[in-house]
């Protein structure tokens, strides 16, 4: 899995490329949120227009980043959601916990609308 | 480019593969269940759920049942036939109590990172049943039949 991380507008988007099936990876995602908790940068965007799949551990990690994130007074969000992923998302009720987004900027816009 | 038709296999196919217990192949056993399964007249959701099914059993046997130890391996035996896929997933590990699992959907369940497997594996397959062997390990084996094939069985 492949992390790239970029700011805008106030939020950290992580566009992800690969699988997202959790074991070591949890580790590097881990070390992510903490860091950017510790830079008071709560507000992030996960892009998975790149993730071919995630599978249930995947899904813990994205699960464990919203809810630091939640914990330090910001939101994580999902972009570019696969059908394969939006389904997995329907079934396991996850769809009533993350937004998802396919426009970048009004996913973007949405963390201010929020604070406001 | 290989047509839709030619690719639809007749009769049943039998797959045996034994893997080491890493997590790197979980990105062959998606590959390996897309193609049986688009091979064998599953729709383009059914293909994607049957694959997810497929990780989920994979790695909860590398994982849980095997304890990621490289030294055990995971054992998947695949028959498909059109519209029909059944397959077991075999570990080398001493078993769990799959039948006290926590809902997942439960509200006090939502923002665990784990327990969702199983859970998974039910609501996209027709059936999943698990079964201890003693001095072997644990397996869990699991079908689905093409929608319009399954209503036909019904009626």
Redesign the interface.
């Known amino acids: 899995m492949k992390i790239d991380q970029r700011e805008k507008y106030g939020a950290v988007i992580l566009d992800l490329s690969g699988?997202l099936?959790?074991?070591p990876e949890a580790d590097k995602f881990q070390d992510i949120f903490k860091k950017l908790l510790e830079e008071d940068k709560k507000n992030v965007l996960v892009n998975l227009e790149k993730v071919?799949?995630v599978?249930?551990?995947g899904?813990?990690?994205l699960?464990?980043g919203?809810?630091a994130m939640r914990k330090g007074g910001g939101n994580l969000k999902l972009l570019n959601v696969s059908?394969?992923i939006e389904?997995?998302l329907m079934?396991?009720?996850?769809a009533?916990?993350f937004e998802v987004y396919n426009d970048e900027d009004e996913a973007i816009k949405s963390f201010s609308a929020a604070a406001g | 480019m290989t047509s839709k038709k030619d690719r639809i296999k007749q009769g049943t196919h039998r797959i045996d593969i034994s893997l080491p217990s890493d997590?790197r192949y979980?990105?062959l056993i998606?590959t390996m269940f897309q193609e049986i399964a688009g091979g064998f007249e599953f729709e383009k959701?059914e293909v994607?759920?049957i694959?997810?099914s497929a990780?989920?059993a994979v790695?909860n046997a590398m994982?849980h049942g095997n304890q990621?130890d490289p030294e055990k391996n995971v054992m998947i035996t695949i028959e498909a036939s059109p519209g029909t896929i059944w397959f077991r997933v075999s570990d080398q590990g001493p078993g769990f109590d799959y039948s006290h699992l926590d809902n997942?959907?439960e509200p006090e369940n939502?923002?665990?990172?784990?327990g969702?497997?199983v859970?998974?594996m039910r609501?996209?397959m027709d059936s999943v049943q698990f079964e201890f062997v003693p001095n072997r390990g644990m397996a869990v084996t699991l079908q689905k039949m093409k929608k319009q094939v399954n209503r036909s069985a019904e009626a």
């Not at chain 1, 079934?91 to 996850?94: A, G, N, Q, R, W």
């Not at chain 2, 939502?110 to 784990?114: A, E, H, I, Q």
Request: charged residues 25%; negative net charge; aromatic residues 8%.
């Open positions: 699988k099936m959790g074991g071919s799949w599978n249930s551990t899904l813990g990690i699960i464990s919203y809810t059908d394969r389904s997995i079934v396991t009720k996850l009533t916990i | 997590m979980l990105d998606n959701d994607e759920e694959a997810m990780l989920e790695t994982e990621l997942p959907l939502l923002l665990k990172t784990r969702r497997g859970f998974i609501a996209f």
